[in-house]
């Protein structure tokens, strides 16, 4: 979706689930069955569980892939750190996925593990060092966030002293590290299958979070979808 901010991050927050049905309900008349039973069958695959922060990623192409990945693989949430570079998707590259996860722009890495740590995740920066856990190894029992830095320096020494544990990527070659967009598809498609596959891990959206996720999707494929669901919010609830 487009950047999640003050603006349109609780748009849906006031309703009931009830009245969130009904507003999906209407919207979905407004768009074909397919795209209907597609959204009904993707969000089922959708995660918070594992969520992506990028650090000061300046090149536009390398943010946008991991974006794509993250659509790929179901996870929904991805944390963009804008220090010093500016994040602006690039549609050629990102292939449409900024409109299906929620992106979240933030001055800071502090303030980022901050915000995280206050909805329980746990802060793994991706590291090539000798010493790190390894990727198969790296424990996800409880929310994860995954820390992934700038192409040529890597992560900052205030995101790795922050950070609660650190991970790296198996690797046999001459290279010591694998292009951002890369090293972030690896993680993802690993830890999500890993995810999916454990039984004690409830990684799945609650039955409300993927009415509203639904509901931003909606918007997406409506024209003007915006200034629609506004329309159709007044129209069944007086607002």
Not at 58 to 82: I, K, Y
Not at 167 to 176: A, L, Q, R, S
Not at 214 to 231: A, C, E, F, P, T
Request: proline residues 4%; contains cysteine; negative net charge.
């Amino acid at each position: 979706m487009p950047e999640i901010n003050q603006h349109n991050k609780d748009l849906f927050a006031h309703y009931s689930y009830e009245q969130k049905q009904r507003l999906y309900e209407a919207a979905a008349e407004l768009y074909s069955d397919n795209k209907r039973s597609l959204f009904d069958r993707l969000v089922q695959n959708r995660t918070r569980h594992i969520s992506v922060v990028l650090e000061d990623i300046f090149q536009s192409h390398n943010a946008s892939a991991v974006l794509r990945s993250c659509d790929c693989f179901g996870v929904q949430d991805v944390h963009v750190v804008e220090t010093r570079n500016a994040f602006n998707p690039n549609s050629d590259v990102s292939m449409g996925s900024n409109k299906w996860v929620d992106y979240y722009k933030r001055p800071s890495i502090i303030e980022t593990y901050d915000a995280l740590r206050a909805k329980g995740y746990r802060i793994v920066a991706t590291l090539p060092h000798e010493n790190d856990t390894m990727l198969p190894d790296l424990d996800i029992s409880q929310p994860t966030a995954l820390v992934f830095g700038t192409e040529l320096t890597g992560l900052t020494q205030e995101a790795i002293d922050h950070a609660d544990a650190y991970v790296k990527i198996p690797m046999y070659g001459f290279t010591e590290s694998f292009n951002i967009s890369v090293c972030a598809a690896l993680s993802l498609f690993y830890l999500t299958e890993k995810m999916r596959k454990d039984p004690t891990i409830a990684w799945q959206m609650t039955p409300e979070e993927q009415l509203t996720l639904k509901l931003y999707w909606s918007m997406q494929v409506i024209h003007d979808g915006r200034n629609v669901m506004q329309q159709l919010q007044q129209r069944l609830f007086g607002e």
